[in-house]
């Protein structure tokens, strides 16, 4: 499957993956959505469907009153061309920003929690409660190696299996 799928697969497998499984998930304490728009470059993520032959993943993400407007975009290796998504995340109340949910069809919609955040904001670490999605997403393309080691070890205190985490390629050219 390919990006270009991921908007109707992703609202399905969003949705599942974000499911809770009773377990909880600590988050950062609070989050500046000014702060935390932009452009996000993805340094690693689980294995999900939508996402299969898709290199050079970004998120933009557009504050919008309450909440952001989210652009996602790959490059579909097979097609040799980006495709993107539009979505809106919107924070859960009473989480300070740091719960978000995402939707990019009308009905179906995922868990967005932050579990870290670089003071600066340059780093965040995404996942969902029954861990079975996660996210590391840099500011740049090319990310410090320390910092995604850290995070690496944050997501396996936090539950996480990372041993299949697959590292996002951020050099295509169209």
Not at 4 to 31: D, I, K, M, Q, Y
Not at 77 to 82: C, D, I, Q, R, S
Not at 122 to 138: C, E, N
Request: overall charge negative; aromatic content about 12%; some cysteine.
């Amino acid at each position: 499957m390919k990006f270009l799928t991921f908007t109707t697969l992703l609202a399905g497998l969003w949705a599942l993956s974000g499911c809770n499984s009773g377990r909880s998930l600590p988050t950062v304490a609070e989050v500046d959505l000014q702060r935390y728009a932009g452009t996000w470059y993805e340094v690693a993520h689980l294995p999900k469907a939508y996402q299969e032959g898709c290199e050079c993943i970004s998120a933009e993400y557009t504050p919008e009153g309450d909440h952001l407007k989210v652009l996602n975009r790959c490059f579909d290796t097979e097609k040799g061309k980006y495709t993107s998504v539009e979505g809106l995340a919107r924070p859960e109340k009473g989480s300070k920003n740091s719960r978000l949910k995402v939707q990019f069809v009308p009905l179906f919609e995922g868990d967005y929690y932050i579990l870290a955040l670089e003071e600066d904001y340059g780093y965040t670490l995404i996942g969902v409660p029954d861990r079975k999605s996660l996210w590391i997403l840099s500011r740049t393309r090319e990310p410090a190696a320390e910092v995604v080691k850290n995070y690496l070890n944050r997501a396996e205190e936090l539950g996480f299996n990372t041993s299949n985490l697959i590292f996002t390629r951020q050099d295509c050219q169209p």
